[in-house]
């Protein structure tokens, strides 16, 4: 949980992921470049590891969420979550 006396609004991120997964890769690559940015960190889950989000995300990865809530899906759009951190 992000204390906002020690770190005012750093925004939890989150990207979904399965091995084997190419537009994964690309997601990471964006995410890294803004999270290198913006000095705002991330992580990274893979959804096979979690029968809840395998149901519920399997046809969609890789998933961006931004304080548990979904962003973006398939292609990450740099431009966007650029925005959407910004804000």
Do not use: K, Y
């Amino acid at each position: 949980m992000n204390d906002p006396a020690t770190h005012p609004s750093v925004p939890e991120l989150l990207l979904l992921t399965r091995p084997g997964c190419h537009l994964c890769e690309a997601a990471r690559e964006v995410l890294h470049r803004v999270s290198t940015d913006l000095e705002v960190p991330w992580q990274e889950r893979n959804i096979e590891q979690d029968a809840e989000l395998m149901e519920r995300f399997a046809e969609e990865i890789p998933v961006l969420m931004i304080d548990g809530v979904q962003r973006d899906f398939w292609q990450i759009d740099e431009a966007r979550l650029r925005r959407l951190l910004a804000a």
